[in-house]
């Protein structure tokens, strides 16, 4: 299958600062790129969907302020969370859509864990 | 929107058991059923996909069934082995053009030795 990286796989920040989370498409353009939350054992919760060239599209709920996303190449798409509160706490897993393959197939990052003090 | 519910929640059976996860969903439109497998830390492994145009699909001790008319669709794991224990995830697409992936709330499966 098609490989996505994710960088950092962990992270450890202070509250109030920003963290940038990246994800890369390493042997496809990937148009569309999806960004999920996973809190422990629950399951993988939709944050928004990054197209390459436009604004993300937030799922209801998140606050697109405070989860900045852009989508500037076909092969890299950004998650800043900014002012991290302890809240923020949680495993964010990015995927990617392989155009190459039936439609709706996605390929996941490995995940960063951020922990805000 | 689109729902996913997934049951059970947790499975345990004895290697060489079969297990069975099932899914149901809202969106009469969806047309994408994917399951992954997520072990502790890792990411989410796709394991076996269908579309809405087959009722059944299988590879090697993985299988998948789909009933568009009761909109549910099920994962059917035989032989079971310990390297299978791990959280098995559903969901499903399509139901509009955004592509997006509704999860369901996971099963976690314990294959005892």
């Known amino acids: 299958g098609a490989v996505v990286s994710q960088h950092p796989s962990r992270v450890i920040c202070k509250s109030g600062t920003s963290v940038k989370i990246e994800c890369r498409s390493l042997?496809?353009?990937?148009?569309?790129m999806f960004w999920y939350r996973q809190f422990p054992k629950q399951s993988l919760m939709l944050m928004a969907t990054?197209?390459?060239?436009?604004?993300?599209?937030?799922e209801q709920g998140v606050e697109k302020d405070k989860f900045l996303i852009n989508h500037a190449s076909l092969t890299l798409s950004t998650l800043t969370v900014t002012s991290a509160h302890p809240e923020d706490s949680s495993f964010y897993i990015c995927?990617?859509?392989?155009?190459?393959?039936?439609?709706?197939?996605?390929?996941f990052g490995p995940g960063t864990r951020l922990t805000v003090l | 929107g689109e729902n996913v519910e997934q049951h059970p929640s947790t499975l345990s059976v004895q290697e060489g058991d079969s297990a069975v996860i099932k899914c149901t969903y809202s969106?009469?439109?969806?047309?994408?059923f994917p399951w992954y497998k997520q072990e502790l830390g890792k990411r989410p492994q796709l394991i076996i996909d269908?579309?809405?145009?087959?009722g059944e699909k299988k590879d090697q001790r993985i299988a998948v069934t789909l009933n568009k008319t009761a909109k549910h669709f099920s994962l059917h794991i035989t032989e079971t082995q310990p390297e299978d224990s791990a959280v098995y995830f559903c969901?499903?697409?399509?139901?509009?053009?955004?592509?997006?992936?509704?999860f369901g709330s996971g099963t976690r499966l314990l294959v005892r030795p």
């Open positions: 969901a499903a697409s399509g139901g509009d053009s955004s592509y997006k992936l509704i």
């Open positions: 269908i579309r809405s145009n087959v």
């Open positions: 995927s990617a859509r392989d155009p190459r393959q039936p439609t709706d197939t996605q390929y």
């Open positions: 969106d009469s439109a969806s047309n994408y």
């Open positions: 990054s197209n390459e060239g436009s604004k993300a599209t937030y």
């Open positions: 042997d496809f353009q990937a148009t569309t």
